[in-house]
């Protein structure tokens, strides 16, 4: 049997929302320099426009409607925005109709979900109603994977979070709140450490990370902009743009550790086609020492500075590139730069969007 754990690097980071009054005045809670309210003596919210009250969960300085539902004026739609992608745009023309569309449609459909209160002997009801359709999928998890085992099957787990968002090994409080590592697919399924004989893991040729946290190689410049433009770095889910780095080699070794990773795939290299230079961080420096992993303190991951080896770019384009032999020999220096400093096999390397679009070194089903 032929079993891989397969997860991503990638790190994502969920923001909350939050909603105040100042000294000053009630502020609007979703943009806190909005400031379209007025408080009353008592202290309290006083909404002009508003069509909740201040203990509602999307209490708001949204207009009424005559029948008392809310309209949310084009203002409002770009508050949201604001406070959803944690950037300070006050016309917020450089995002786009269609983005400021998502984000606020978003956002509505947040405040829906919490406005709608379910009676208990309804909801019972209606989970009852759609019970048969759901339960014939049910079975034990670890019975059908023994099952599969015997029958020497190929089984695929897949991980959805980065390893880096795992409670115990990620950059905390910055994580999810349970263990990303490969480790936990035995522990969900049920099945023994020793049925997965290949762990495969996923990362990019350069860093990204959704939200905040801890992000050492983090570019702000036109490099910065220029990998999150070529690369479409924008969250899959909340749609807010990615911050974008240079490829960190000290995480990603110490993720393959954590995790017992076996080989990578390595994508989105065509991303860097139109660099002079590509970096790589080989190291970090903290309080002027030295050191080769990422601190387990999130005060020391805020201070380390990168070291970092500069590898010359190719500046020819490796879109659709399906065969190693055929890329650049700068773009080969560094794949087998990253290979030989992680200490993991680059089992494959992605040069485009598309799925076929892919160099495949080694087969994880085959070995």
Same mark, same amino acid.
Request: hydrophobic letters at 35%; a negative charge; proline letters at 4%.
């Given at each position: 049997?032929?079993?891989?754990?397969?997860?991503?690097?990638?790190?994502?980071?969920?923001?909350?929302?939050?909603?105040?009054?100042?000294?000053?005045?009630?502020?609007?809670?979703?943009?806190?320099?909005?400031?379209?309210?007025?408080?009353?003596?008592?202290?309290?919210?006083? !909404?002009?426009?508003?069509?909740?009250?201040?203990?509602?969960?999307?209490?708001?300085?949204?207009?009424?409607?005559?029948?008392?539902?809310?309209?949310?004026?084009?203002?409002?739609?770009?508050?949201?925005?604001?406070?959803?992608?944690?950037?300070?745009?006050?016309?917020?023309?450089?995002?786009?109709?269609?983005?400021?569309?998502?984000?606020?449609?978003?956002?509505?459909?947040?405040?829906?979900?919490?406005?709608?209160?379910?009676?208990?002997?309804?909801?019972?009801?209606?989970?009852?109603?759609?019970?048969?359709?759901?339960?014939?999928?049910?079975?034990?998890?670890?019975?059908?994977?023994?099952?599969?085992?015997?029958?020497?099957?190929?089984?695929?787990?897949?991980?959805?979070?980065?390893?880096?968002?795992?409670?115990?090994?990620?950059?905390?409080?910055?994580?999810?709140?349970?263990?990303?590592?490969?480790?936990?697919?035995?522990?969900?399924?049920?099945?023994?450490?020793?049925?997965?004989?290949?762990?495969?893991?996923? +990362?990019?040729?350069?860093?990204?990370?959704?939200?905040?946290?801890? !992000?050492?190689?983090?570019?702000?410049?036109?490099?910065?902009?220029?990998?999150?433009?070529?690369?479409?770095?924008?969250? +899959?889910?909340?749609?807010?743009?990615?911050?974008?780095?240079? !490829?960190?080699?000290?995480?990603?070794?110490? +993720?393959?550790?954590?995790?017992?990773?076996?080989?990578?795939?390595?994508?989105?290299?065509?991303?860097?086609?139109?660099?002079?230079?590509?970096?790589?961080?080989?190291?970090?420096?903290?309080?002027?020492?030295?050191?080769?992993?990422?601190?387990?303190?999130?005060?020391?991951?805020?201070?380390?500075?990168?070291?970092?080896?500069?590898?010359?770019?190719?500046?020819?384009?490796?879109?659709?590139?399906?065969?190693?032999?055929?890329?650049?020999?700068?773009?080969?220096?560094?794949? !087998?730069?990253?290979?030989?400093?992680?200490?993991?096999?680059?089992?494959?390397?992605?040069?485009?969007?598309?799925?076929?679009?892919?160099?495949?070194?080694?087969?994880?089903?085959?070995?």
């Amino acid at each position: 049997m032929k079993s891989i754990y397969k997860f991503s690097f990638v790190f994502v980071v969920m923001l909350m929302f939050l909603s105040s009054c100042s000294k000053e005045g009630c502020t609007d809670p979703i943009a806190e320099n909005y400031d379209a309210e007025a408080k009353k003596d008592d202290g309290t919210c006083e !909404f002009i426009m508003g069509c909740m009250d201040e203990n509602s969960i999307a209490y708001n300085s949204l207009a009424t409607k005559d029948d008392g539902s809310c309209v949310y004026p084009e203002n409002i739609k770009r508050s949201l925005v604001l406070k959803a992608t944690g950037t300070w745009c006050p016309p917020c023309g450089d995002w786009g109709a269609e983005y400021v569309n998502n984000i606020y449609n978003d956002y509505i459909a947040y405040y829906d979900f919490w406005q709608k209160i379910y009676e208990k002997n309804q909801l019972k009801d209606d989970l009852l109603k759609i019970a048969p359709k759901i339960l014939k999928f049910s079975q034990p998890v670890w019975l059908k994977i023994d099952q599969f085992k015997k029958q020497k099957k190929k089984i695929l787990f897949e991980g959805a979070q980065g390893v880096l968002l795992d409670v115990d090994h990620g950059t905390y409080p910055f994580v999810t709140s349970s263990n990303t590592v490969a480790s936990s697919a035995a522990t969900g399924t049920g099945c023994g450490p020793n049925s997965i004989n290949y762990v495969l893991g996923i +990362t990019k040729a350069y860093t990204t990370r959704v939200g905040e946290g801890p !992000f050492p190689t983090e570019l702000t410049d036109d490099v910065g902009e220029l990998l999150g433009t070529r690369g479409k770095e924008f969250g +899959t889910v909340t749609s807010r743009k990615r911050r974008c780095g240079w !490829f960190d080699g000290v995480l990603v070794r110490q +993720t393959i550790k954590v995790s017992g990773i076996d080989g990578i795939a390595l994508t989105k290299l065509d991303v860097l086609d139109e660099l002079d230079e590509i970096k790589m961080c080989v190291g970090y420096e903290l309080d002027d020492k030295k050191i080769d992993y990422l601190p387990a303190a999130v005060e020391d991951q805020l201070k380390i500075k990168p070291i970092y080896k500069i590898f010359e770019g190719w500046k020819v384009s490796t879109k659709g590139i399906k065969n190693m032999d055929k890329l650049p020999e700068n773009a080969k220096k560094y794949i !087998f730069a990253i290979e030989d400093f992680i200490g993991a096999k680059v089992s494959s390397v992605s040069t485009s969007p598309e799925r076929n679009d892919t160099i495949l070194v080694e087969n994880p089903f085959n070995i």
